[in-house]
């Protein structure tokens, strides 16, 4: 029976991995690359990945070689300190038990993050801290204009594109009007460490 090209999403995505270390995904029938892996994770996308001679699982180690990859970029989220202490519960007596506690403390992690997000939508969908956000905003797209398109922010709304030498002359002027958004936005985080 062949199969459609529109899968159930619930369904996770078949990765076969090739003694070559290429990623061929079943779904799309094409060659993916890790960081592809990586955006799949971070959008909730279910995946397993098998070895294609085998047919093993080997999902674990793609996930953990992807952790490497963000750490090697200098995306360190894992602390030293952290690292050691997970090296050192490796043949404990309370291995098995670890597996489970962080599984466990991540989601909670994670459901105090969607908390928290909620929290500040509502705090700034209306009332005194509305016009605070909005504020701030404006704010951001100034700088954002004064900066162009800086690296990090690409697409913010408003953005100007990048300055030509010529409009470098005008650089005081931007100085100025830097120091003063500076002076506004530590105002308004004084102002917000008060309503907290």
């Known amino acids: 029976m062949a199969k459609t090209k529109t899968a159930?999403?619930?369904?996770?995505?078949?990765?076969?991995?090739?003694?070559n270390r290429r990623l061929y995904n079943t779904e799309t029938s094409s060659y993916i690359t890790?960081?592809?892996?990586?955006?799949?994770?971070r959008e909730g996308r279910e995946f397993v990945v098998v070895d294609a001679k085998s047919g093993e699982d080997i999902t674990h180690n793609?996930?953990?070689?992807?952790?490497?990859?963000?750490?090697?970029?200098?995306?360190?989220?894992?602390?030293?300190?952290?690292?050691?202490?997970?090296?050192?519960?490796?043949?404990?007596?309370?291995?098995s038990m670890v597996p489970q506690y962080?599984?466990?403390?991540?989601?909670?992690?994670?459901?105090?993050?969607?908390?928290?997000?909620?929290?500040?939508?509502g705090a700034f969908g209306g009332g005194p801290l509305a016009e605070i956000a909005k504020r701030n905003m404006q704010m951001f797209e100034a700088a954002a204009n004064a900066f162009g398109n800086a690296p990090g922010m690409p697409g913010v709304p408003g953005?100007?594109?990048?300055?030509?030498?010529?409009?470098?002359?005008?650089?005081?002027s931007k100085d100025d009007e830097i120091a003063l958004l500076k002076a506004q936005l530590a105002a308004l985080n004084a102002k917000i460490d008060k309503l907290s």
């Open 34 to 41: 890790l960081d592809l892996l990586s955006q799949m994770t």
């Open 102 to 121: 962080l599984e466990s403390s991540m989601d909670a992690f994670r459901k105090n993050q969607m908390q928290f997000q909620e929290a500040m939508k």
């Open 159 to 172: 953005a100007a594109p990048a300055p030509t030498p010529e409009a470098t002359a005008s650089e005081e």
């Open 62 to 95: 793609v996930l953990t070689q992807i952790i490497m990859e963000e750490e090697q970029r200098g995306t360190n989220m894992l602390p030293v300190n952290f690292l050691r202490q997970l090296i050192s519960m490796y043949g404990d007596s309370m291995q």
């Open 8 to 19: 159930n999403l619930s369904d996770p995505v078949i990765i076969k991995k090739y003694a």
